[in-house]
């Protein structure tokens, strides 16, 4: 194989608990989904051993990344480090024909708490898995490259627990319909859990019952569900964004169509459920109306 196109698709939290801490880092109890909304990726093999990465805007507007930032970077190394040239190599050569091309079309917006950084390396390692034709399983190096990536390899409705390692996946008949409404201005994820441990000097909050929240998904009990969307970053992004707080009261305007709200990931998104995607496609034109600066969209999960 010279070639791989592929989807890889953006999350939602149903909700973000902190439990604590663990070696520096941040333990969560989160139940996650993934949404209709992707980005494209295009991962070609190369002669030599070059890695070439491009992002481009739905527009075709060309987008520079940091290297140090690169997530796609980041996935593509730790993958050749294990399987091209490390313990478990599976090219003939150790040194030649490991380079690529990897294209990534944007869909997903940047800093929104939808995991669009992670999604873009979730996507990149499932299609070099592909590509160089790796049996082995890949959450390991998933995991050293971001805590939302091994999730994202498989997405769909999970419980995630630990640094992210940790993934219970969640049977459900209930598909949720709504949109995400991003204000001007992201978050940086590093930041709000700084912020949150100023708020809470303990580094823990659940505000979800996430027992409950899973054993009404898997009865199929949609309304019950909605009980427990929540998030427990929100007051610390609020503070590094604001506009969080103006979306929240927004959607807070609209009981009769929002069945519920919440911040997702570390924001600045936030996500409205409604009662069908028709609905979600004529709340999208009313929030417009309301602020012409959001970016909104309507979405379905997986």
């Given at each position: 194989m010279k070639k791989i196109k592929l989807n890889s698709y953006a999350k939602i939290n149903l909700s973000l608990n902190i439990t604590g801490t663990l070696d520096n880092l941040h333990t969560l109890d989160m139940v996650l989904a993934t949404v209709d909304l992707c980005d494209t990726i295009v991962i070609k093999r190369r002669k030599d051993n070059a890695v070439n990465i491009r992002y481009v805007t739905q527009k075709n507007k060309e987008l520079q990344i940091d290297k140090e930032l690169d997530t796609s970077l980041k996935a593509y190394n730790a993958f050749k480090d294990k399987f091209l040239i490390g313990e478990e190599c599976v090219t003939e050569n150790l040194v030649q024909n490991i380079g690529v091309d990897i294209f990534v079309k944007k869909r997903i917006p940047f800093s929104a708490g939808l995991g669009g950084s992670s999604v873009d390396a979730a996507?990149?390692?499932?299609?070099?898995?592909?590509?160089?034709?790796?049996?082995?399983?890949?959450?390991?190096?998933?995991?050293?490259?971001?805590?939302?990536?091994?999730?994202?390899?498989?997405?769909?409705?999970?419980?995630?627990?630990?640094?992210?390692?940790?993934?219970?996946?969640?049977?459900?008949?209930?598909?949720?319909?709504?949109?995400?409404?991003?204000?001007?201005?992201?978050?940086?994820?590093?930041?709000?859990?700084?912020?949150?441990?100023?708020?809470?000097?303990?580094?823990?909050?659940?505000?979800?019952?996430?027992?409950?929240?899973?054993?009404?998904?898997?009865?199929?009990?949609?309304?019950?569900?909605?009980?427990?969307?929540?998030?427990?970053?929100?007051?610390?992004?609020?503070?590094?964004?604001?506009?969080?707080?103006?979306?929240?009261?927004?959607?807070?305007?609209?009981?009769?169509?929002?069945?519920?709200?919440?911040?997702?990931?570390?924001?600045?998104?936030?996500?409205?459920?409604?009662?069908?995607?028709?609905?979600?496609?004529?709340?999208?034109?009313?929030?417009?109306?309301?602020?012409?600066?959001?970016?909104?969209?309507?979405?379905?999960?997986?």
């Open positions: 996507g990149v390692l499932v299609g070099l898995k592909k590509l160089f034709n790796v049996e082995s399983d890949i959450s390991s190096i998933a995991l050293s490259v971001g805590s939302d990536v091994p999730y994202l390899l498989g997405g769909g409705f999970a419980r995630v627990t630990g640094v992210g390692e940790k993934i219970e996946k969640i049977s459900t008949p209930i598909t949720f319909f709504g949109v995400i409404c991003k204000p001007e201005g992201g978050v940086n994820s590093t930041k709000a859990y700084q912020e949150f441990d100023k708020i809470f000097l303990e580094k823990q909050f659940s505000p979800s019952d996430n027992d409950a929240l899973v054993a009404h998904l898997e009865k199929g009990d949609l309304q019950r569900s909605f009980a427990d969307v929540d998030n427990a970053l929100t007051t610390a992004s609020i503070k590094l964004n604001p506009s969080i707080k103006k979306v929240l009261g927004l959607l807070a305007e609209f009981p009769e169509v929002v069945r519920a709200y919440s911040m997702t990931g570390s924001g600045s998104g936030c996500v409205a459920f409604l009662s069908s995607y028709k609905e979600a496609l004529k709340f999208k034109k009313i929030l417009k109306a309301k602020d012409s600066s959001l970016e909104i969209i309507p979405f379905k999960t997986q």
